[in-house]
C-alpha cells in the first residue's frame, strides 16, 4: 500500500491535468467564471472559519482543513495530492476519506437530482428567474458522453511517461506538489500532448487503484470516535459552502444550471459534471461543465494548501 501511495498519487494527478486545454478559456463567458470563481471562494472561506473550531480538536486538524478544500475543488484525487504534499499520516487519510464519504455521497446524489427537482419546482423558479431556455440547452454536439474510446498502446505509453516523469522530476527537484500540477498544465499545452486520448481514464484509474486501498487502513472504532470531529467538519463546511455560493450566484444573477455544474465540478470533478449537463439534457453546456471542472482540479492544490497554512499559522498548530 505504501507503495501504491508513492508512486500513483502525483503521476495520476498529472496525467489527468493534460486535459487542461488553456484555448478552452474562450468558452468560458462572464457567468460560468462567476460561479466557478464564487465556488471555490466558498468552500476556503467556510473552510477557514469553521477550521478555527474544528483543526484545534482534530488530530492534524489543519491539514484536514486543506483535504477538504482540495476534495470540494477537484474532488478526491486533490484531497489525495494535498495529504501527500502536507505529509500526512495513512491514518488521518483514511478518516478523511472516510469521513468525506459520508457527507459527500448524499449530497452528490441530491446534485444529480437536481436539474430535474429544480425544473419542475415553481418555487425555485420564482425565486431563481435565470435559466436557459430550452433551445439555448439543445445547442449542442450529440455526441455520446463518455463513449467508448479508441486508445492505441502509445497513447497508454506516452501518458505513462508523462505522468511518472514529471512526476519523478519535480520530486527531485522540489519535494513539492506545486511544481508537479504547474509542469503538468504547461505539458497540457503542447500540441502533441493535447493529441493524446485517455488521460482522464487513465489518470483516474490509476488514482483509484491508490483510493482502494485506503478502505483497509479504516478502523471503524477510531472511525467513529476521533473522526466524527472530521464529519461534522465536512457536513458543516458543505452546506456553509453551498449556502454562500447560492447567495452570491442570487447576487450576481447568474443562471441556475452554471450554479450546479459549478457545484458539482468542484466536489466531484470535470467529466462528473459534464454527466450532469448530458443527463439533464444540457447539450451545450456538457463542454463547459467540464471546462469548468477541470479548472476547479487544477486550482484545488493550490488554494487547498494555502487554506492550511493559514489555519495552522492563526491557531499556532
Given at each position: 500500500y505504501s507503495a501504491l501511495s508513492t508512486y500513483c498519487v502525483t503521476p495520476a494527478i498529472s496525467i489527468c491535468l493534460l486535459s487542461m486545454n488553456m484555448r478552452e478559456l474562450k468558452k468560458l463567458n462572464r457567468e460560468p467564471?462567476?460561479?466557478?470563481?464564487?465556488?471555490?471562494?466558498?468552500?476556503?472561506?467556510?473552510?477557514?472559519?469553521?477550521g478555527l473550531f474544528f483543526a484545534p480538536r482534530i488530530t492534524e486538524g489543519w491539514k484536514c482543513a486543506g483535504m477538504f478544500v482540495g476534495t470540494s475543488t477537484g474532488g478526491t484525487p486533490n484531497l489525495t495530492a494535498i495529504a501527500t504534499g502536507l505529509d500526512c499520516s495513512r491514518e488521518t487519510l483514511a478518516a478523511a476519506n472516510a469521513a468525506d464519504y459520508v457527507v459527500s455521497t448524499p449530497l452528490m446524489v441530491f446534485l444529480f437530482a437536481a436539474p430535474a427537482i429544480l425544473k419542475a419546482s415553481k418555487r425555485w423558479n420564482k425565486l431563481w428567474p435565470y435559466q436557459f431556455t430550452k433551445e439555448e440547452l439543445d445547442d449542442g454536439e450529440d455526441e455520446p458522453l463518455m463513449s467508448d474510446k479508441r486508445w492505441s498502446i502509445r497513447d497508454i505509453a506516452w501518458l505513462l511517461t508523462i505522468g511518472f516523469g514529471v512526476s519523478f522530476v519535480c520530486t527531485v527537484i522540489a519535494q513539492s506538489i506545486f511544481p508537479d500540477t504547474t509542469v503538468s498544465i504547461g505539458l497540457a499545452q503542447l500540441k502533441p500532448v493535447q493529441k493524446l486520448r485517455g488521460n482522464l481514464d487513465l489518470g483516474l484509474f490509476i488514482s483509484l487503484t491508490f483510493l482502494a486501498t485506503i478502505g483497509f487502513a479504516v478502523d471503524l472504532q477510531q472511525f467513529i470516535?476521533?473522526?466524527?470531529?472530521?464529519?461534522?467538519?465536512?457536513l458543516f463546511m458543505l452546506v456553509g459552502c453551498i449556502v454562500l455560493h447560492l447567495i452570491i450566484c442570487r447576487i450576481?444573477?447568474?443562471?441556475?444550471?452554471?450554479?450546479?455544474?459549478?457545484?458539482?465540478?468542484?466536489?466531484?470533478?470535470?467529466?462528473t459534471s459534464s454527466l450532469?449537463?448530458?443527463g439533464a439534457d444540457w447539450k451545450s453546456l456538457i463542454n463547459v461543465g467540464l471546462i469548468m471542472g477541470v479548472i476547479a482540479g487544477a486550482c484545488g492544490n493550490y488554494v487547498g494548501i494555502f487554506v492550511s497554512y493559514v489555519i495552522k499559522g492563526i491557531c499556532g498548530l
Open positions: 467564471v462567476i460561479a466557478l470563481v464564487s465556488a471555490i471562494f466558498s468552500v476556503c472561506f467556510i473552510a477557514i472559519i469553521l470516535g476521533s473522526a466524527l470531529m472530521m464529519t461534522l467538519y465536512v450576481f444573477k447568474i443562471k441556475y444550471e452554471y450554479v450546479i455544474l459549478s457545484m458539482v465540478g468542484c466536489i466531484v470533478d470535470g467529466p450532469t449537463a448530458a
